[in-house]
């Protein structure tokens, strides 16, 4: 009964088309004033205090911040330019380049709606002039744009880190695998595409030398993962100490290197900033609220006990719930889904063996998968409002990447190594 009343409150202020933070905090609240005796009213301030008093999270608005301040100081384009010379020349390498390019901009932003801003505003509009079709430019782009939550730093990774105690660090090093994955599937499907319609590369051909002058202009954006995550693993600084040196960083590479980030363009990038932050918390807060309500109705217990009902083999609910998770991102907000469900359906695999890191780019992958399916689909929505394709046309075109990032999710649920590997060269 408890579990049917939150979840339909929950329901009912979405299709009032409530914001999913405030609606979250509506259902909970809703719950408390008809069973007082089970949980006080008062409890909600506390758990909406506490649970953003929280030492990783403070890294969420620093990283956000930080991609801001690289976007508008000139190092997306920087990296655009990089991979453009390494295999823009080959048929359908302006294809491969923006993929490239998400995965590099997806190593120093951390948010996948950013990575399309930033690589689709450049990528699109040279793929069209190429001869590329609109539709399937935009549809790569906002596909490849999933890679800025896959490749760390990753704002929903320190999300998990927060509601599980997963290690933060790991999850980023575990996090390059599964990039990579899904990067080479779909390059791969962008590929058959491009031989298939004849989508041919740049004029220019292939030089060592272009490729070494792009990297130099480049070196002080890649500096970005190597100063972030060597400085975690050196054991300099921590992940919410890394993303204060990321902000600092990008300020000064954008202004006083590249030159392209001015001090009057600072206080809109702080405003932006505060804006994203503020949703977030506030999701952060109701949500962990209401899985803390969820946890006094025992509602986890019930969930681990269907599901090891169904049954005890591990391919087979692993199965379950990627099925699960893809149909939640879907419709539920990235960040709101891990807060509510990652604490639930860990303690089912863990039952089952399954590596609480491995899980979490598991989870991260699946909804990252979200950013690109309807109806909520944020990615398509930011790149139809760089081309203005119709959104429903552009679903139908991001059916094939969307397949191919299926398949690379398969890969890394069934094979532990891909997510595992790096974690365990480094002993971490």
Not at 117 to 124: E, L, N, Q, R, T
Not at 215 to 232: E, M, R, S, T
Not at 255 to 277: G, S
Request: hydrophobic share 60%; proline share 5%; aromatic share 10%.
């Amino acid at each position: 009964m408890s579990a049917a009343l939150l979840l339909g409150g929950f329901i009912f202020f979405l299709i009032l088309h409530v914001p999913i933070g405030i609606a979250i905090g509506l259902a909970v609240l809703v719950f408390m004033t008809l069973n007082p005796d089970v949980v006080p009213l008062r409890f909600f301030a506390q758990g909406m205090f506490s649970s953003v008093d929280s030492f990783p999270l403070m890294a969420v608005p620093f990283f956000i911040l930080a991609g801001s301040l690289m976007e508008g100081g000139g190092l997306s384009r920087r990296l655009v330019r990089l991979a453009s010379s390494i295999v823009g020349s080959t048929t359908g390498g302006f294809a491969s380049v923006t993929v490239l390019a998400c995965m590099f901009f997806g190593a120093i932003s951390g948010s996948s709606p950013a990575t399309v801003a930033a690589i689709g505003s450049i990528m699109i509009p040279a793929m069209v002039k190429q001869g590329y079709d609109i539709k399937f430019a935009t549809a790569l782009t906002a596909c490849a744009g999933a890679l800025g939550v896959i490749i760390p730093p990753s704002i929903p990774m320190v999300i998990y880190g927060v509601a599980t105690g997963a290690s933060v660090g790991r999850l980023f090093m575990g996090g390059f695998g599964p990039g990579l994955a899904v990067g080479a599937a779909l390059i791969l499907v962008a590929l058959y595409y491009s031989r298939k319609f004849g989508y041919k590369g740049s004029d220019e051909k292939f030089a060592i030398k272009n490729v070494i002058s792009a990297l130099n202009d480049a070196k002080w954006a890649l500096f970005v993962p190597i100063i972030i995550l060597g400085g975690i693993y050196g054991g300099v600084f921590t992940p919410t100490e890394a993303a204060v040196i990321a902000v600092m960083y990008g300020l000064l590479v954008g202004l006083y290197i590249y030159k392209e980030l001015k001090w009057k363009d600072v206080p809109q990038h702080l405003i932006n900033t505060a804006l994203m932050t503020g949703t977030i918390l506030i999701i952060v807060g109701t949500a962990t609220t209401l899985g803390r309500i969820m946890t006094i109705e025992q509602i986890p217990a019930m969930i681990v006990q269907w599901l090891l009902s169904i049954s005890q083999n591990k391919i087979v609910i692993l199965l379950v719930i990627n099925a699960f998770l893809l149909l939640v991102g879907m419709v539920m907000e990235t960040l709101a889904a891990i807060l509510i469900l990652a604490p639930l359906l860990l303690s089912v695999v863990l039952q089952l063996g399954v590596d609480p890191v491995h899980f979490g780019l598991i989870m991260v992958l699946n909804l990252a998968i979200g950013f690109v399916t309807p109806p909520v689909g944020v990615n398509l929505f930011v790149a139809c409002g760089i081309t203005r394709v119709d959104f429903l046309s552009l679903s139908r075109n991001a059916i094939p990447f969307v397949t191919a990032m299926i398949l690379a999710l398969l890969a890394v649920t069934f094979i532990p190594a891909i997510t595992l590997w790096l974690p365990g060269i480094l002993g971490i």
